[in-house]
């Protein structure tokens, strides 16, 4: 049976399971990026919630101290902030994930002076490098370090090693589960639809982590039970590219006659089942396991082994194409898509490339027109 609770998370910014933490004594903070180590806020008793901009149909304040010819992510996300729909965290963390990313700091506090009540009490910074490796690390577990310091020091608290070594060990069990999802839609013929999977990895980055786990378990168990396939005349595609936290994408994509078997998007799976090491120095382990991923396009150099992976990717999955999507403006996976469009079909794996809004904010009848015809470009190939 398709998970509701995950289903509501994927659509929702305002969850009732977040609102009833809060209500608990609990604290929650905002944060904009997967390079952040989530399992310090868990550690500290708190929920780390990934901010999204979803359901956003209009962009007046995100225009107004962005400007337009900026991806519409950070500005979607400036926008629901604006308009009070982030009024429950107590905190948020802005990281570099680009540049847009990186100035959504500095706009997001320009507009906490000209609308009062829009910016968190909590408000902080968080560098990442772009290399993952040499002095980088060793700077990146230093920003570790100093954002455990600055957490416990805003919210009176104490993280032990202990404390994360046990978040360190949750996360892992939730790590080894999404694993297990993502083999199930490896089958031939496959028992979840792309839809439905997109559902759980999305919840995984809102949903407090105990409900997420038990929820999980339960999708797990009921998909292996399942009789009825989808079914066995579909294609089967990957979805990779820019972040992504769009639902209806992956269900338009399904709707035009296909299954999304898996992807490479940030919100998606990417690296995020590799397991963390629990012995030894825990904030090391974290720095490790965070920075040492080149799945995006920010870590300069890692070109190569991006392609790599993607390969694998589509080939553990059984994919027969590839939809590579960016967002308008955003300048490294657009242009890193460009490479994976001319590589990908050195190596006969045929692709589709588009460019898109964010969100509700995507031109949806001529992104079904693109995906109808590659479905047909396919079925000439076969």
């Known amino acids: 049976m398709k998970s509701t609770l995950f289903n509501d998370a994927a659509q929702t910014i305002d969850l009732s399971s977040v609102r009833e ?27 780390p919630v990934r901010l999204r901009g979803i359901n956003t149909e209009s962009l007046n304040i995100g225009d107004a101290y962005y400007g337009p010819f900026v991806c519409t992510f950070p500005k979607a996300l400036l926008q629901q902030a604006g308009t009070g729909a982030y009024d429950f965290i107590d905190g948020a963390i802005i990281t ?24 968190p009490s909590w408000f902080y910074y968080f560098d990442v490098p772009n290399k993952p490796d040499g002095v980088a690390f060793e700077w990146y577990e230093s920003r570790v370090r100093k954002l455990i310091r600055d957490v416990e020091k805003k919210f009176k608290i104490s993280i032990s090693d202990e404390d994360l070594r046990k978040a360190i060990r949750d996360q892992n069990v939730i790590r080894k589960a999404v694993w297990d999802l993502g083999l199930l839609r490896c089958e031939v013929p496959t028992f979840i639809t792309g839809t439905e999977a997109f559902e759980a990895l999305i919840a995984r980055t809102v949903l407090p982590r105990d ?12 998909v292996k039970a399942r009789k009825d396939p989808v079914s066995n005349t579909k294609k ?27 992807e490479t998007v940030c919100y998606g799976q990417r690296n995020t089942c590799a397991q963390v090491e629990v012995e030894g120095d825990p904030v090391s382990a974290l720095a490790d396991h965070y ?6 396009p920010r870590m300069f150099g890692y070109y190569p082994l991006r392609l790599n992976t993607l390969v694998d990717r589509i080939k553990q999955t ?55 015809a590659f479905l047909e470009q396919l079925d000439t190939q076969d």
Not at 211 to 222: G, K, S
Request: charged content about 30%.
């Open 21 to 47: 933490f809060k209500e608990n004594g609990g604290k929650v903070v905002g944060h904009t990026c997967s390079f952040l180590p989530v399992e310090i806020f868990y550690a500290a008793g708190m929920l």
């Open 96 to 119: 570099s994930g680009c540049d847009s990313m990186r100035r959504l700091d500095e706009c997001w506090r320009k507009m906490g002076q000209d609308i009062s009540g829009t910016l």
């Open 211 to 222: 409900l997420y786990a038990e929820e999980l378990t339960r999708l797990i168990d009921d």
């Open 236 to 262: 089967r595609l990957f979805l990779a590219g820019s972040i992504c936290d769009d639902l209806e994408l992956v269900r338009q994509i399904e709707e035009a006659g296909a299954v999304v078997v898996g």
């Open 291 to 296: 920075l040492s991923g080149s799945i995006c």
């Open 318 to 372: 059984r994919a027969q194409g590839v939809i590579m999507q960016n967002i308008r403006f955003c300048d490294l996976h657009g242009s890193e898509n460009g490479l994976l469009e001319r590589d990908l079909e050195k190596l006969g794996i045929p692709s589709l490339r588009i460019e898109k809004e964010y969100g509700a904010l995507s031109e949806k009848g001529r992104l079904r027109m693109r995906f109808d």
